[in-house]
């Protein structure tokens, strides 16, 4: 969402720059004819005996070189600055704290039973929850950014629910937002299984479960 902001400002903000390079930079620059070397200057008034050197092409043409550069630059990073809506993110096995793939036996003893941190999708952190009537882990993981800032969210024991140490957002056991100012849930990964035990995430697909709406972090 942050790149996608940038990226539209972008366009705008380089034709900007760059005319105001070629209008107040550019004739900074002088060259002096007896060391035939550059000199950059806070003045655009020569030294005595300096001569100021200046671009011989019409200041038109110089400026549509300067706008069709910025618009190129802007073009390039439209379309591969941002992964397409297409691109599936790729599934990968979670990792523990010391960065060893989880295996679902030994996870369930060691998380006792609460909602643990591992390092999934695009190697960011999610929290593996639990599994209700006897199985091990939930079929779906919670990513542990908090959707206000990005700061890590932590597990409140006693008060069965997820908060935010930096501005206080909180959210309830399904990562539904309980309190501001976080905007939207927790985002969601789908959990499995290999063959050899370990456990798996995957992009979410579908709706939403928990308010039936289209997932805003797949938007």
């Given at each position: 969402m942050v790149r996608s902001r940038v990226i539209a400002v972008l366009p705008p903000l380089c034709v900007a720059m760059t005319l105001l390079h070629e209008k107040h930079i550019g004739c900074w620059c002088g060259t002096n004819r007896n060391t035939t070397k550059v000199r950059w200057s806070l003045s655009s008034v020569p030294r005595r005996g300096e001569q100021t050197w200046r671009d011989p092409r019409p200041r038109l043409q110089r400026r549509s070189e300067i706008v069709a550069s910025a618009l190129l630059a802007s073009v390039l990073l439209w379309f591969h600055g941002e992964k397409p809506a297409s691109a599936k993110v790729k599934s990968v096995v979670a990792q523990d704290k010391l960065f060893q793939d989880v295996l679902i036996s030994k996870w369930a003893k060691t998380s006792k039973g609460q909602p643990d941190l591992v390092l999934g999708l695009r190697g960011e952190v999610y929290v593996l929850l639990p599994g209700q009537d006897g199985g091990p882990v939930r079929n779906y993981a919670l990513k542990a950014e908090c959707t206000h800032l990005g700061c890590l969210v932590n597990w409140d024991v006693r008060g069965k629910k997820f908060v935010c140490p930096c501005h206080g957002s909180?959210?309830?056991?399904?990562?539904?937002?309980?309190?501001?100012?976080?905007?939207?849930?927790?985002?969601l990964a789908q959990v499995g299984l290999t063959?050899?035990?370990k456990v798996k995430l995957s992009a979410w697909e579908g709706e939403d479960f928990r308010d039936g709406s289209t997932p805003w972090w797949s938007v």
């Open positions: 909180q959210y309830d056991a399904q990562g539904s937002v309980l309190k501001g100012p976080a905007p939207h849930s927790l985002a063959d050899d035990g």
